[in-house]
């Protein structure tokens, strides 16, 4: 049974990481994607195995089956996607940029732990 539901938000290398991470938690699945390019959409989508695509944030918020949004854009930008994502019901994770793999282990794990508690 998947407790998360992800919605990853840009497609640059930070993406590729949260993937990563995302796909080492059992009780999670990224189900849908979003960036401001539609070719690095289309990539990722086919790299990843995403059936959801989306370019803009208002349509994907329309997907109800998202439960948390994990925010992959310049910092400059996860104030506003956060914000959209909370008014609109959604659980928000963004990063500053500065994790390493060992913090994206513990990442995984706490997401585990939330889960199953």
């Not at 407790?3 to 993406?15: K, L, M, Y």
């Not at 949004?69 to 659980?91: E, V």
């Amino acid at each position: 049974m998947v407790d998360i539901n992800v919605a990853i938000i840009g497609c640059d290398n930070v993406a590729n990481n949260h993937f990563v991470a995302w796909r080492r938690i059992p009780y999670a699945k990224v189900v849908a994607i979003r960036d401001t390019n539609k070719k690095a959409v289309e990539r990722v989508a086919l790299d990843w195995k995403i059936s959801r695509r989306f370019t803009s944030v208002s349509e994907m918020s329309e997907l109800k089956e998202i439960t948390l949004w994990d925010i992959c854009t310049p910092i400059q930008t996860h104030k506003f996607i956060a914000n959209l994502a909370m008014k609109k019901g959604f659980d928000v994770h963004a990063c500053n940029g500065l994790w390493n793999h060992t913090q994206s282990f513990l990442f995984s794990t706490f997401c585990q732990k939330v889960c199953h508690h």
